[in-house]
Nanobody
């Protein structure tokens, strides 16, 4: 079994910062791309940022220059540093990872975390 567990969500004032973490655990053989998605009430889930196992990053235009994605491959952990937060960043943030397991080392599958709430309000 594979688990992705997010942490770090909180209520913060506009202009503030938060750091989200996503820890992957279980029978993991190899992790490929990892990403952060978010879903605001009444809206579709959208990509925030993603990162390959080689460190190549990609960001949504709305967060460029404010958010930084990173990962520690040795710890199977991904991070999202969020600065200059705006009310429109309010959403549930989900972790996603494409990985293989020891049971099926040739088959890549996408896994999701349960989400962590980020609220930006004064």
């Amino acid at each position: 079994q594979v688990q992705l567990v997010e942490s770090g969500g909180d209520l913060v004032q506009p202009g503030g910062s938060l750091r989200l973490s996503c820890a992957a655990s279980g029978s993991i053989f190899s992790i490929y791309a990892m990403g952060w998605y978010r879903q605001a009430p009444g809206k579709q889930r959208e990509l925030v940022a993603d990162i390959t196992n080689g460190g190549t990053t990609n960001y949504a235009d709305s967060v460029k220059g404010r958010f930084t994605i990173s990962r520690d491959n040795a710890k199977n952990t991904m991070y999202l540093q969020m600065n200059s937060l705006k009310p429109e960043d309010t959403a549930v943030y989900y972790c996603n990872a494409v990985l293989t397991t020891f049971l099926n080392p040739a088959i890549r599958r996408a896994y999701w975390g349960q989400g962590t709430q980020v609220s930006v309000s004064s």
